[in-house]
């Protein structure tokens, strides 16, 4: 697992607290998860954008060079019968790679929209891209071998064979973004397919912390009650008793080491708590680890 302990903690602490709120009610996980991921989807969103847009840099490039080829085969075989059903499929594939050229002009121009509030056009642009490409790829695989059919205009369909292969070998990089595992190995994506996978990771391995936590929650109980002094377990506000069900499980179920177990413990009471809960929840977790 290559998602990061904080992140794991952090968000246990969020589901855990939502779960102490209101024990007795089950918590609505589709609604949990899609806020608490929200801004690395946000990101995320983003971050395939703009890989996509890499793996098409040259797009405009081959798009021309392309629209010349087919322009000079189409001057050749416009009155060939015999070469209508190979033009129709040309034109057939010249039309979606039109489409996919547009879908990728959309995608720039929305990208650098400043007044856009969400990343849901985003999303449709960048899934339009996808596709485009994916059909594109397909419909090449398919017209080239048709080619070998047509020897005497073999000199202008091989020129036409390369640049449709330049832009297959292009748009099938950018297909594979689709499904980020399988960019594994590619440095040069290597930060997409990381923040693919801790979001694919973070549900399962936070799901199954707390699970584990709230099953010893009544022996921790037992052993804060025993800690406080002229105080209630009840009268803990709900975030610093999170903490510490996080704090004591880690250290007595995971054998964290404490100075460990402090520093993670105050690094969520100053993010998630009040100024005076770190050092009473660095002096309970002190306490217990005395007892």
Not at 182 to 187: L, S
Request: net charge negative.
């Amino acid at each position: 697992m290559n998602i990061s302990r904080s992140k794991i903690r952090q968000t246990a602490l969020v589901y855990l607290y939502a779960y102490l709120t209101n024990p007795a009610q089950s918590l609505d996980l589709g609604l949990f998860w899609s806020i608490a991921q929200e801004k690395e989807q946000d990101h995320y969103r983003t971050a395939l954008a703009k890989a996509v847009l890499h793996t098409c840099r040259d797009s405009a490039d081959s798009a021309r060079l392309l629209a010349e080829r087919l322009q000079q085969v189409e001057n050749l075989m416009h009155a060939d019968l015999t070469a209508a059903s190979l033009r129709e499929e040309i034109d057939r594939y010249a039309h979606q790679s039109d489409l996919f050229d547009a879908a990728l002009k959309a995608l720039r121009y929305c990208l650098a929209d400043k007044r856009r509030d969400t990343t849901d056009q985003l999303v449709l642009c960048t899934g339009d891209v996808l596709r485009l490409a994916a059909v594109v790829v397909a419909m090449g695989a398919d017209l080239l071998p048709r080619f070998a059919d047509f020897p005497a205009y073999r000199q202008q369909l091989d020129s036409l064979a390369a640049v449709v292969n330049r832009r297959s070998r292009m748009q099938q990089l950018c297909a594979s973004l689709s499904k980020p595992e399988t960019m594994a190995g590619n440095k040069e994506y290597a930060g997409l397919v990381r923040m693919a996978q801790d979001m694919q990771e973070l549900r399962p391995a936070v799901e199954s912390f707390v699970k584990a936590v709230i099953a010893r929650i009544p022996l921790m109980e037992s052993r804060l009650e025993g800690l406080l002094t002229n105080y209630s377990l009840e009268r803990l506000d709900l975030v610093d008793k999170a903490i510490l069900y996080i704090s004591l499980y880690e250290m007595e179920e995971n054998a964290l080491e404490v100075p460990i177990v402090v520093s993670e413990a105050t690094a969520l009471a100053n993010a998630f708590s009040g100024s005076k809960s770190a050092p009473f929840i660095h002096g309970l977790i002190a306490a217990a680890a005395k007892n």
